[in-house]
């Protein structure tokens, strides 16, 4: 049932029949300008899609998102080239001959460090368009299909090293359908856009979509909506790489993000722990360098790779946003398996699925516990620590949460139970930003003293005193190994990005 209501939100993500027309019209037009024009960087030009366009895997844009647009990526690639390579040139001779188009020189933006765009405005309420036109020479190193493309910083011209007709092919062997598929997904699109298509041989296999698609788009959306004012959003290319190799290929989307979520987050368990990563060329940091490379570049030495995650090691809060938003991805896809109600995936669309919000369902489960149980153990308060989660994103009322709280503690039993209990309702004053009495620091300082041996209550205690540290972090990981304590709401207390040291790979 889960599955088949993401299916419902996938297809009401992705970009409609008529828009992908329209965005196949405005590509070939381009196309065929770019294909008779002359340059002198080189000549014999093959201009191809490249993205989320070509992959299967674009969403709908998000109209509170500040690049709100369908963005089609192309590629102008010169695949022979004068004896005299410049960056510089082959740019302007791109750029030059789409301002030789009156229509497409009003269109187009500033120049961008690799590319040039066209913005197309919105028609009819419909979303709206650009652009990415990317200038590239056929390279003469590396793997097949290797193109060299040009870099502008401070202006200066620079070349650096891309694959995307290569990386197309290997997600292409990744994303593999059956004759029937096709045939159900051409049948379903016809039968639903008659209008457009006279025969339903006519509708385009760009269209179809697969389970591993279809997982990608909504992880693409709940991205986009989740970093809505904030910075460091991650790269689609990061997302579709990692899934690609991470899935099993007989999964259907909810697992499909499942297991995206549990490997990013696994590796970063694992690294904040030990400090080290085993490598396993999906996403590797050694050294002090994140690597997530283009799997087509297997066979080159690590240093010549396409790293997506470049950015990474200039800015470190990319990382740090990228495991922050899988984690949020996690908790939302858990509330949603719980409740049967898209909603609870955030992914501000229309409404799908049957059910009670998750906060009810929680509650509900809660006041089980507490009703039936004798003795109340840290062990069954998960639902607990879920609904502080929801109260931290402002998913439900804290009053509630906080009874609940409460009444944990007064049905715990005497000791450790007892004091997790009070952590617990003490975290909650935290989370919703109320500073703590002198009597209540001095009744967590006695939780402290209580329980010094056990470096799960030093962490909570530091925490909510606020001088917890990295180190407390790494040994209550060290204690809890059948845990991922970085998921545990009052963690969510410690503001402070990670420090990874310059570890080796091993």
């Given amino acids: ?204 296999k760009q269209l179809f979509r697969t389970s591993l698609q279809r997982a990608i788009q909504i992880m693409k959306r709940h991205r986009d909506v989740h970093f809505v004012n904030k910075d460091f959003k991650p790269i689609s290319i990061i997302i579709t790489t990692i899934t690609t190799q991470v899935y099993n290929a007989e999964s259907n989307i909810v697992e499909i993000i499942d297991q995206f979520v549990n490997y990013a987050l696994s590796r970063n368990e694992f690294l904040i722990k030990n400090g080290y990563l ?49 984690q949020q991805l996690k908790r939302d896809i858990n509330s949603f398996k719980k409740s049967g109600l898209s909603d609870s995936l955030d992914l501000k669309t229309k409404s799908f699925g049957t059910g009670e919000k998750v906060d009810k369902v929680l509650i509900k489960e809660t006041d089980k516990i507490l009703e039936n149980g004798i003795g109340i153990s840290s062990s069954n308060n998960r639902e607990l620590l879920e609904l502080i989660h929801l109260g931290i994103e402002g998913k439900t009322e804290w009053e509630p949460v906080k009874e609940l709280a409460e009444r944990y503690y007064h049905k715990a039993d005497e000791g450790e139970s007892k004091d997790v209990a009070k952590v617990n309702y003490y975290q909650i004053a935290r989370h919703r930003g109320k500073s703590f009495s002198e009597e209540a620091r001095a009744d967590i300082m006695d939780v402290l003293s209580r329980n010094n041996n056990s470096a799960s209550f030093v962490l909570c205690c530091n925490l909510l005193l606020g001088s917890a540290t990295q180190q407390m972090i790494r040994a209550c990981m060290k204690e809890f190994n059948y845990e991922n304590i970085l998921e545990w709401p009052i963690l969510r207390l410690y503001n402070r990005p990670f420090v990874l040291e310059n570890t080796v790979e091993v």
């Avoid at 789409?98 to 405005?121: F, H, P, Q, V």
């Avoid at 694959?163 to 994303?175: A, D, M, R, T, V």
């Avoid at 490598?279 to 050294?287: C, G, H, M, Q, R």
């Avoid at 030495?301 to 200039?314: H, T, V």
């Fill in 278 to 326: 085993n490598k396993d060329n999906i996403l590797d940091y050694s050294n002090g360098k994140w690597l997530i490379p283009n799997p087509v570049d297997y066979a080159r030495p690590e240093s010549e790779r396409e790293n997506f995650a470049d950015k990474w090691n200039i800015e470190s809060k990319l990382a740090n946003a990228f495991f922050e938003w899988c």
């Fill in 1 to 204: 049932m889960s599955n088949q209501i993401l299916l419902q939100v996938a297809q009401y993500l992705d970009i409609s029949p008529t828009d992908f027309k329209i965005a196949q019209e405005r590509f070939n037009a381009v196309k065929n300008w770019l294909n008779e024009g002359t340059y002198r960087s080189g000549y014999l030009p093959d201009v191809y899609l490249q993205g989320s366009f070509r992959l299967g895997t674009v969403v709908r844009p998000y109209r509170k998102d500040k690049d709100g647009n369908f963005d089609i990526d192309q590629v102008c690639e010169l695949t022979k080239y004068n004896e005299s390579k410049s960056s510089e040139i082959l740019k302007n001779d791109i750029g030059d001959r789409l301002k030789e188009n009156s229509d497409y020189e009003r269109m187009m933006d500033e120049e961008g460090k690799r590319c040039w765009t066209i913005e197309y405005a919105t028609e009819n309420n419909r979303p709206g368009f650009h652009i990415d036109i990317l200038p590239a020479l056929k390279s003469d190193e590396g793997t097949l299909h290797n193109i060299d493309i040009t870099h502008k910083e401070n202006n200066v011209y620079t070349w650096s090293t891309s694959n995307p007709k290569g990386y197309y092919l290997w997600f292409k062997s990744k994303n593999t359908y059956s004759t029937s598929f096709i045939e159900s997904q051409r049948n379903a699109i016809f039968n639903a856009n008659r209008e457009l298509y006279e025969r339903k041989e006519e509708v385009p």
